[in-house]
């Protein structure tokens, strides 16, 4: 390519040196933004840089002078992304199950992007989550997507949902009929994505995990349900269907220490309400689905704390512990 044709893309190659090469700490003098620009083939000079630098501020990309003794340096200050809020996103990135591997590499390749080369190398720092499991699922994305054009077009979807097998291998459900489902949110919940969404065939509100449905595409039919969800909260949603495992709703009164009241509202939030019972211990009422999963995050938080009403839910632990004796053999 000639120099004068590289001249048409003068101003975003200026615009990718001042991005990629300088920052806080790192300038280029006149003299180098020439150099630079003369490795990828592109002829300028001072007077004509002078203008094109004023030029990338329209473009919003700041560059500021600063004189150092004999020279002036020149750098890009006020980017989209400061490096902090760059290091969290690549924090989260990497901490998120449902990110595959390689789309974790891809994004932060592309966040690198929004720093300098010098900053970019604070980005490549690995966040560490003990026995992290990577899903393995790249289609994802498409789902999602496809998901986002269901709810924006009043459209139902339609998709297969597996399950492993012994074998390691993926197993459809409903003997690989696909389900139609009328989604109407998505949500995060215990490093999960879920679809939330009506069963016309059941008239009933599910879930799904995100990354468990394949073959998923749009069905040309309006989605039902809308008089489920014209005053649903999906945060509350979430917390009754505690980790998205199913169970009959149930108003439950649990006894517990109070330092162990952090614990509740980390999970069911600050709507929670403590009724004190003596100078070390309280009780709480939630509204909970009553599920196995429910039961044994009771059970793990130990001795300080226990379900103690009402009947017919302190039945339903002490048939989850006989359950539990009889599978051990204990009793």
Known sequence: MSRSVNQKIKLYRLAQIMINKTDADHFLTMPQIIEELDKVEVGADRKSLYIDLVDLEKLGIQIESVNKGRWTGYHVVGR??????????VDAIQSSKFITVRKSNE??????????????????RQVFVQKRIKSMNESIYNTVDTIHFALSENKKIKFKYYSWNIKKEQEFRHDGAFYEISPWALTWDDENYY????????????????????????????????EYFERFDTADYSKKNFAMFGGEEEDVVVWLKNDMCGVFIDRFGTDISFKPEDKEHCTVRLKVAMSQHFLGW??????????VGPKNVLNRVNEEIMRINRQYGIG
């Open 298 to 307: 009771i059970f793990a938080l130990g001795e300080d704390v226990r379900i």
């Open 195 to 226: 679809l939330i969404g009506y069963d016309s065939n059941d008239d009933k509100v599910k879930h799904y995990r995100v990354d468990k449905m394949a073959k998923i595409s749009p069905v040309d039919k309006p989605r039902d349900g809308k």
């Open 107 to 124: 994004l932060i390749k592309k966040l690198e992007s929004q720093c300098s080369r010098y900053e970019a190398k604070q980005l490549q």
């Open 80 to 89: 989209l992304f400061e490096l902090p809020e760059l290091k969290l996103l």
